[in-house]
């Protein structure tokens, strides 16, 4: 299909119409040990050109659920629920119709370019492989559409760049390639796995605003995953949160930033150096302990052991993933001295109303002064 066709075709479809639906996902992995629930229950949608920002600690579960949609799972990885591209279940496919979809209406950004891509080839033959691989086209079209690609990311001197090899680039310029391999074939999704870990800031403020340009260049929806929530803030319109392997928290992320309804998110933005804080000589106020084994969670909230707001309740019970606090229109809320929250806006937390209530949530987390070596 050409990209013109498939223009055509997007534009027949309701602008808001979710391009990717993830519901009730879990993901297992059996090992000596015991069964590892890397993703528990993980439910989520993204319209075209819209931006879903998934954010947690390492093993919380961000990769996992995104290889799952990619289908790039090992063949141990016990995998439920439904996966909808464009209503239709990815996970029901084919192994031939998994391969057609992958790369070609979704496509994956990797975090480490230089493993990702093949030291042996040229940057532009692979490229060129991409096109190929998916659109019956002569290898001079390919090429030609390979140099497009790299020009569109901003690499100069395309056409000579076509020739070199992946360690001849920059690791900015790499990512770049990534980032054109990834759009080369005009996806509907773009599932971007820590796109910028390696980066210096510099290069990736450049990466980043080469992302959001293709992203508006070719009309994907693109799923972020990150452990930085800085740049969470930077490109995304709406944030999920992950811990334990399960979503805690999501909503759009400027009121998930401003009133988060759980205290992990409150524990990652007060981990999070600020330029306000810098300023007014503030300490960074850490989330101390680690996070739970995902082949033993405990009883009730798994946030419990590291939360300042544990008790009772939260040790006999996991909270559901719901709205909380006062909506606009709900009576009382002017009474309780409570923020209204959105109707999208869900939260993890049996004590959210603590939260909103707090001028500043992040200081239920001691100063990283007071904690103890």
Same mark, same amino acid.
Do not use: W
């Given at each position: 299909?050409?990209?013109?066709?498939?223009?055509?075709?997007?534009?027949?479809?309701?602008?808001?119409?979710?391009? =990717? &639906?993830?519901?009730?996902? !879990?993901?297992?992995?059996?090992?000596?040990?015991?069964?590892?629930?890397?993703?528990?229950?993980?439910?989520?949608?993204?319209?075209?050109?819209?931006?879903?920002?998934?954010?947690?600690?390492?093993?919380?579960?961000?990769?996992?659920?995104?290889?799952?949609?990619?289908?790039?799972?090992?063949?141990?990885?016990?995998?439920?629920?439904?996966?909808?591209?464009? @209503?239709?279940?990815?996970?029901?496919?084919?192994?031939?119709?998994?391969?057609?979809?992958?790369?070609?209406?979704?496509?994956?950004?990797?975090?480490?370019?230089? !493993?990702?891509?093949?030291?042996?080839?040229?940057?532009?033959?692979?490229?060129?492989?991409?096109?190929?691989?998916?659109?019956?086209? /002569? +290898?001079?079209?390919?090429?030609?559409?390979?140099?497009?690609?790299?020009? %569109?990311?901003?690499? +100069?001197?395309?056409?000579?760049? =076509?020739?070199?090899?992946?360690?001849?680039?920059?690791?900015?310029?790499? &990512?770049?390639?990534?980032?054109?391999?990834?759009?080369?074939?005009?996806?509907?999704?773009?599932?971007?796995?820590?796109?910028?870990?390696?980066?210096?800031?510099?290069?990736?403020? &450049?990466?980043?605003?080469?992302?959001?340009?293709?992203?508006?260049?070719?009309?994907?929806?693109?799923?972020?995953?990150?452990?930085?929530?800085?740049?969470?803030? &930077?490109?995304?319109?709406?944030? %999920?949160?992950?811990?334990?392997?399960?979503?805690?928290?999501?909503?759009?992320?400027?009121?998930?930033?401003?009133? /988060?309804?759980?205290?992990?998110?409150?524990?990652?933005?007060?981990?999070?150096?600020?330029?306000? @804080?810098?300023?007014?000589?503030?300490?960074?106020?850490?989330?101390?302990?680690?996070?739970?084994? %995902?082949?033993?969670?405990?009883?009730?909230? +798994?946030?419990?052991?590291?939360?300042?707001?544990?008790?009772?309740?939260?040790?006999?019970?996991? +909270?559901?993933?719901?709205?909380?606090?006062?909506?606009?229109?709900?009576?009382?809320?002017?009474?309780?001295?409570?923020?209204?929250?959105?109707?999208?806006?869900?939260?993890?937390?049996?004590?959210?109303?603590?939260? %909103?209530?707090?001028?500043?949530?992040?200081?239920?987390?001691?100063?990283?002064?007071?904690? !103890?070596?």
């Amino acid at each position: 299909m050409s990209p013109a066709q498939k223009d055509g075709q997007r534009a027949e479809r309701p602008a808001d119409e979710p391009v =990717l &639906q993830v519901e009730d996902l !879990t993901v297992a992995f059996p090992t000596e040990d015991g069964v590892v629930r890397a993703v528990r229950g993980m439910s989520y949608s993204v319209a075209p050109r819209e931006v879903l920002g998934i954010v947690g600690e390492s093993g919380s579960g961000k990769s996992v659920s995104s290889m799952a949609v990619m289908g790039l799972l090992p063949r141990s990885a016990q995998v439920t629920g439904r996966i909808l591209f464009r @209503g239709e279940d990815v996970l029901r496919m084919s192994g031939r119709q998994q391969r057609g979809l992958r790369g070609r209406r979704v496509s994956m950004i990797f975090q480490d370019p230089m !493993t990702a891509m093949n030291p042996v080839y040229t940057v532009g033959d692979q490229l060129a492989e991409a096109v190929r691989s998916h659109s019956a086209v /002569p +290898p001079k079209a390919a090429m030609a559409r390979a140099k497009e690609m790299l020009d %569109l990311v901003g690499i +100069p001197q395309a056409e000579a760049r =076509l020739r070199a090899y992946p360690h001849e680039f920059s690791g900015g310029m790499r &990512q770049r390639a990534m980032i054109a391999m990834a759009i080369i074939n005009d996806p509907d999704v773009i599932i971007a796995d820590e796109p910028t870990t390696a980066l210096d800031v510099t290069v990736q403020a &450049q990466v980043l605003d080469t992302l959001m340009s293709v992203k508006e260049a070719v009309g994907a929806a693109i799923v972020f995953i990150t452990h930085d929530l800085g740049v969470i803030a &930077q490109v995304a319109d709406r944030t %999920l949160v992950m811990y334990a392997g399960k979503p805690v928290e999501v909503g759009g992320t400027a009121e998930v930033f401003r009133k /988060p309804l759980m205290p992990y998110t409150a524990g990652l933005l007060g981990s999070t150096p600020s330029a306000e @804080g810098t300023r007014a000589g503030e300490r960074l106020r850490p989330i101390s302990g680690s996070p739970p084994s %995902l082949i033993s969670l405990p009883r009730g909230c +798994p946030f419990g052991p590291r939360c300042p707001l544990v008790r009772d309740d939260c040790r006999a019970s996991e +909270p559901q993933l719901v709205h909380r606090g006062p909506a606009a229109g709900a009576g009382g809320a002017a009474g309780r001295n409570l923020p209204l929250v959105s109707p999208d806006h869900l939260g993890a937390c049996h004590h959210s109303d603590e939260l %909103l209530a707090a001028d500043d949530p992040t200081r239920f987390f001691r100063a990283e002064s007071e904690v !103890t070596p």
